[in-house]
T-cell receptor, first 112, second 119 residues
């Protein structure tokens, strides 16, 4: 079974721009969660989607948004990028029991 | 709010020897899950082992085992017969158990422990 995939793997943007990251979960998984990883703040939860509905949201500004499609693929969007948004963005999927999350390889975003 | 603390920023071990990584957590919940994830230089987060809080038996996966002390809110990872490929950042993580169909998908992570394996 293929793992979680994320695209693109690397991204360079400038301040003020917006960016969209994509995540395809493991086949059959309907829950997708997003995390931001930075050296200063560590791993922080962004949001979780299940069946196209946002179920949980972390403590991030409204510039961070996401959605999930009927095929369980998910996208997250960051508008008006700031330098502090430079991070590794990790996506994870879990099955119907929600117990264990399996992570993708991440998208490295650099904001200049 | 739940918190996870890893008090060892760095650890090192000789190849073939045993090392234990520490993790403590704080929660008022009685049912939850604990995880250890490994993140090598590739940055891919890999599940190492999982423990359900309602199970008294410590989880084991090949060379990896945990010492789960629920009353003490402690969850340490023991790596036996360490290999060069075990070198990575290790994260301890907590997740609430689901309730009434509600998913608490949020993982709360510790700060991580960098493990170096010396040949």
């Amino acid at each position: 079974k293929a793992g979680v995939t994320q695209t693109p793997r690397y991204l360079i943007k400038t301040r003020g721009q917006q960016v969209t990251l994509s995540c395809s979960p493991i086949s059959g998984h309907r829950s997708v969660s997003w995390y931001q990883q930075t050296p200063g703040q560590g791993l922080q939860f962004l949001f979780e989607y299940f069946s196209e509905t946002q179920r949980n949201k972390g403590n991030f500004p409204g510039r961070f948004s996401g959605r999930q499609f009927s095929n369980s693929r998910s996208e997250m969007n960051v508008s008006t990028l700031e330098l502090g948004d430079s991070a590794l963005y990790l996506c994870a999927s879990s099955g119907t029991s929600f117990e264990t999350q399996y992570f993708g390889p991440g998208t490295r975003l650099l904001v200049l | 709010a739940q918190t996870v603390t890893q008090s060892q920023p760095e650890m090192s071990v000789q190849e073939a020897e045993t090392v234990t990584l520490s993790c403590t957590y704080d929660t008022s919940e009685s049912d939850y899950y604990l995880f250890w994830y490994k993140q090598p230089p590739s940055r891919q987060m890999i599940l190492v082992i999982r423990q359900e809080a309602y199970k008294q038996q410590n989880a084991t996966e090949n060379r990896f085992s945990v010492n789960f002390q629920k009353a003490a809110k402690s969850f340490s990872l023991k790596i036996s017969d360490s290999q060069l490929g075990d070198a990575a950042m290790y994260f301890c993580a907590y997740r609430r158990s689901n309730a009434g169909g509600t998913s608490y998908g949020k993982l709360t992570f510790g700060q991580g422990t960098i493990l170096t394996v010396h040949p």
